[in-house]
């Protein structure tokens, strides 16, 4: 076993504060008594703040594809008209959710490394309809695509105001902006185990008053994932099923880390850090997947050089205590992934750059020492404004 702990850079789970792993490790406390109670309501009281909403927030224990399917049963029939709004695998994931408790989806999809299109969006709305939902994705993992929600829920409100505007927001939420209620959004989905620097096992749900009127109609079969047992467990303290107690008590912890640090201070950590990778990668002569002008601030894709194949690439840099995510789908194979949300700072991406950087060179790769660092340092201390 190596004794060293690895530089864990994959978009989720993301390495966690030692508080965080600590409050992890608590005794258990009884779920049905009053200091769950008093923990669950001071939790939803914090998530809404990051959420920047006054709608309901609700604590589901399930990983962010439970809260997607959530987001998808609690507010839909089947045979509703769904448009789903895609740019990789986890916008596809959305879709295929809705199809398959009947929605009829109609897929706007983008080439993988490009944003939503907000003139298709636009158009493919007012080609058809009445429409029930449209599916967002704000931050997409495989393709390191960050959409502007604002403008695409603008570009809803306008075209098909009655449509509920739902928002797979679980790898962005709590590490770039983000708006509930000022971009009027009906239902905002997020998880544990991404920029909240927690262990996977919670997902969250926001729900707006429009969404709950139209969950009182809603015809999908659901019981776990009921978000109306959900809300009047909520209201007395409780959860409707057993809830992840030690993770819990992490998400507290984290919380109060997240408070402490503030929430531009994190935007801007992030943005910084984001800007460092973009650098660094650049700079050792990859070619990043993502249209610069809307390249993610949590994930970074970059191609495999065609010389090289994943698994020799990846088996040397998890022996040099780098660990990266692979591509999915149709990039399997292809690129890599740099997560950098959550509990991440500038000198851990200087780390990874510098292994980077052996890696490549070991791998007989023409790369500068220490250029990749250099750079990546110079453009987080802009982004910082703490450098020309």
Known sequence: MNRFEPNLRIPGPTSLPDAVREAGARQMVNHRGPEFAILQNRVIDRLKTFYKTQNDVLILTAAGTGGLEAAVVNFLSPGDKVLSVTVGAFGDR?????????????????????????????????????????????N??????????????????????DALIIVDAISGLGAVPFETDAWDLDVVVSGSQKAWMVAPGLCFVSVSPRAWEAAAVAKMPKFYFDLAAHKTSAEAGQTPWTPAVAVMFQLDVALELM???????????????????????????????????????????????????????????????????????????????IGHLGHVTVPAILS????????????????????????????????????K
């Open 94 to 138: 959305f879709a295929k959710i809705a199809a398959t408790y009947g929605a009829d989806v109609t897929k706007v999809a983008s080439e993988w490394g490009r944003a939503a299109d907000a003139v298709k969006v636009r158009e493919t709305l007012e080609a058809a309809g009445p429409w029930k939902a449209v599916l967002l994705t704000q």
């Open 140 to 161: 997409e993992t495989s393709t390191a695509i960050t959409n502007r929600i604002a403008e695409l829920a603008a570009t809803v409100k306008a075209v098909a105001p």
């Open 259 to 337: 408070e402490q640090e503030t929430l531009p201070e994190i935007w801007k950590r992030h943005a910084a850090v984001g800007a460092a990778v973009r650098a660094g990668l650049t700079t050792l002569g990859l070619k990043l997947l993502a249209d610069p002008d809307y390249a993610s601030d949590t994930v970074t894709g970059a191609w495999i050089p065609k010389d090289l194949d994943w698994k020799t690439f990846n088996g040397k840099l998890r022996k040099l205590g780098l660990v990266v995510a692979g591509g999915q789908g149709a990039l399997k194979g292809k690129i890599f992934r």
């Open 352 to 387: 990874a750059m510098a292994v980077l950087e052996q890696a490549l060179i070991e791998l007989d790769e023409p790369v500068k020492p220490g250029a990749a660092v250099e750079a990546a340092q110079v453009a987080a201390l802009q982004s910082l404004g703490l450098a």
